[in-house]
């Protein structure tokens, strides 16, 4: 066993070092996150019937993030393998239920629409905006076929925020279903504003990542509606299990993920999330503070993601990762990305952007 | 942080014990498979360019599966987070490939098709055969609208296995796609007969759980397609993270899963598969013979599977779980369900016939 495990740890050298990676939205887990995932390493969410105190888990980490998002008392909560399964499932459970298959959504959507446009043959309305989705060219894309509008609270090219509270109000006018996709943004926005991007608006559902900013182990996503019964949509029946009925896109499903995100959330608490994030926020400002005084152009940030405006980005990301760092690239807009994750340390910071300012010299 | 691990411990107890559940397809993963997933706790698939290392070992998993299922230079596979992802995904590229509808799939298939057939707007055609799906009557079913026939190879009810061969040979000639759900036959057949229900018959895709009898850890799942081109179906581009291309349903994905699923598979061995299958089997027999003497029905095992003929099956559960026992139901077919799974010891067995036989007396 040894023989293997030691082979593996070799193997596990060639992947990147989290204080290289500039670019992702994954951080390594909280140490309380890691150790709770192991106790329940064995628990199998999709027969919940025989793992009663791990579906307790699931429905108290539901509960803590549907109290965060100011959900209403009727709402329903899954715990997902990430954001990519709950869009989804949200764009499941819209086209089931308005039986409709149009979804207008802004350019800087996830690509987990496109994947969701493929599997669930959705008709998508892209909204050509720079930075983020403002609600009068939402008011002119949806008609008496949309479905459903996709908005962004922390969209990846920028970290900005679409008008999601007067988008909501558009909408609900017309029947429309709002789905917010706040993976990012979920865990950072509440503990730093008071920006209106949850069930305080007329939206219908919101998926936010555990396994992003919630530092707790992938695969970790949750998806809240704002009414359980939609749930009833996707239910089947699941006759191989002890559990008689299903409403998921996945079967068998780790407890360990619940039990790792409701561990996290209940050591850290609003509190201590409030620290991390802000935090976060330091280093951001720390980052555009570098970048000014190198008199190196970025689109001003509102969350810890910083695009930074250059030219060729292609061979600028090629040339810094031979210098150990890996950045995120938007060749459209011509920026590279920088998220300013819990383990990005301001020496990484300082570090990369002297390499920066050299490679694009 | 010991205050919160305390009470987890408190709230796992909640948990049924695997030494109480007899109707699972899941185990306790392998002590290797354990030690691999938390060495690789941080690591995400969705963005392997990261994590070349883990790649290599989610390769390296996939390849060990396609030459236990004799696969075809040609082929690709997919580590998934289980049997419902991987049917999905192999549904929604048949379905893509073919410009079809509908499957045509024996009535003891998955629930997951359930799922496939809500989301991907698929029709089903139903076989309703008895223990398993036989050639004759999938030929009167297809037509020149069926874009793939679902065979199963360890159903859950039985764990019979279709006439995969022979409906391979007429769907090939027809044009049709043939996907076969080995779940959990996958890690059993091929270590106690040559039973030909993979790749060496004409079939276009197969999905196999390391999760199941494969002992790692949840979720891990493998999708085998014949031919890697077909996977450019589903190829999206991925605009935000260092890697370029997805071609799976989900995004973020544990690499600790591809680890665990590595390690365990070059721990055993062929070898060490077929000693533990061989035990299961064994306690199969013994359980039967247990079963003769008590003169308890039961549908004759072809897997490590035993449906026990019974009436009132949801009652005799009921009693059975008031005595610590956890069974897997089949009201339709009024069985209930024990599957012999690594964790299923000969002194469970023994007590289990006993308090079955007072049950039903």
Request: proline share 3%; charged share 30%.
């Amino acid at each position: 066993m040894r023989d293997i495990l030691n082979e593996l740890e070799k193997i596990r050298e060639k992947d990147a070092k989290y204080k290289q990676i500039l670019g992702s939205m994954c951080t390594p887990p909280h140490k309380i996150a890691i150790e709770a995932y192991k106790m329940f390493i064995e628990t199998n969410l999709g027969d919940y019937e025989l793992f009663k105190g791990t579906k307790e888990l699931e429905e108290k980490a539901i509960e803590w993030i549907a109290n965060l998002l100011h959900a209403p008392p009727t709402y329903a909560g899954l715990l997902t393998s990430g954001g990519t399964e709950s869009n989804i499932v949200a764009m499941w459970i819209f086209k089931l239920l308005s039986n409709k298959n149009e979804i207008v959504l802004p350019k800087q959507a996830h690509f987990s629409f496109l994947k969701a446009s493929s599997i669930l043959n959705l008709k998508l309305k892209v909204i050509d905006c720079k930075y983020y989705m403002k609600a009068n060219e939402v008011k002119k894309k949806i008609s008496s076929k949309t479905a459903c509008v996709v908005t962004i609270a922390g969209n990846t090219n920028f970290g900005y925020i679409d008008e999601i509270e007067e988008i909501a109000d558009i909408c609900y006018d017309e029947n429309i279903f709002v789905h917010v996709d706040a993976a990012f943004g979920g865990f950072v926005i509440p503990f730093i504003s008071n920006k209106v991007f949850d069930f305080r608006a007329k939206i219908s559902s919101i998926c936010v990542d555990g396994h992003k900013m919630g530092m707790a182990c992938i695969p970790c996503g949750f998806l809240i509606l704002r009414e359980k019964e939609w749930l009833e949509e996707i239910k089947v029946r699941s006759k191989c299990t002890h559990t008689k009925f299903q409403a998921s896109l996945l079967g068998t499903r780790p407890g360990a993920s619940a039990a790792s995100a409701y561990a996290v959330m209940h050591f850290l608490g609003y509190e201590g999330y409030k620290k991390i994030v802000e935090e976060c926020m330091n280093k951001t400002a720390y980052l555009t503070k570098l970048l000014d005084e190198k008199k190196i152009e970025y689109v001003k940030p509102v969350l810890n993601i910083v695009a930074i405006k250059l030219k060729n980005v292609e061979r600028v990301a090629e040339e810094l990762k031979k210098k150990g760092w890996y950045v995120g690239i938007d060749e459209e807009n011509e920026i590279i990305r920088v998220v300013l994750m819990p383990h990005v340390e301001k020496d990484m910071i300082n570090k990369f952007v002297n390499d920066l300012e050299e490679v694009i010299k």
